[in-house]
């Protein structure tokens, strides 16, 4: 599975984006669908999860209430809506795919990356 991340770009504080995670392959609605994001200097940090079907979704608490996955399976497409943003979500995001979420691994049981897409809020 090949996964390339669009929609970063730059918004003023409080503006939204929408982020996509585009996946190549057929069986993209086997896995998992993971976001993460690591500002500069900084360590990678988990935003949330969205399982197979798109019925489970998981948000750290740092975004949650902002921020929104959702899924088409049949554009093997994730989408990451990003609404009221703040100077502190900029990053990179990433997105990656797995057959399940594993908090319990570095890499949270992670099998497919992205290259990732820079978000910058500017204040």
């Known amino acids: 599975v090949q996964l390339v991340e669009s929609g970063g770009g730059l918004v003023q504080a409080g503006g939204s984006l929408r982020l996509s995670c585009a996946a190549s392959g057929r069986t993209f609605s086997s896995y998992a669908v993971a976001w993460f994001r690591q500002a500069p200097g900084k360590e990678r940090e988990f935003v949330g999860a969205?399982?197979?079907?798109?019925?489970?979704?998981k948000y750290a608490d740092s975004v949650k209430g902002r921020f929104t996955f959702s899924r088409d399976n049949a554009k093997n497409t994730v989408y990451l809506q990003m609404n009221t943003l703040k100077p502190e979500d900029t990053a990179v995001y990433y997105c990656?795919?797995?057959?399940?979420?594993?908090?319990?691994?570095?890499?949270?049981?992670?099998?497919?990356w992205g290259k990732g897409t820079l978000v910058t809020v500017s204040s």
């Open positions: 990656a795919a797995g057959r399940t979420v594993d908090p319990g691994t570095a890499d949270y049981g992670m099998d497919y």
């Open positions: 969205i399982s197979l079907s798109g019925g489970s979704t």
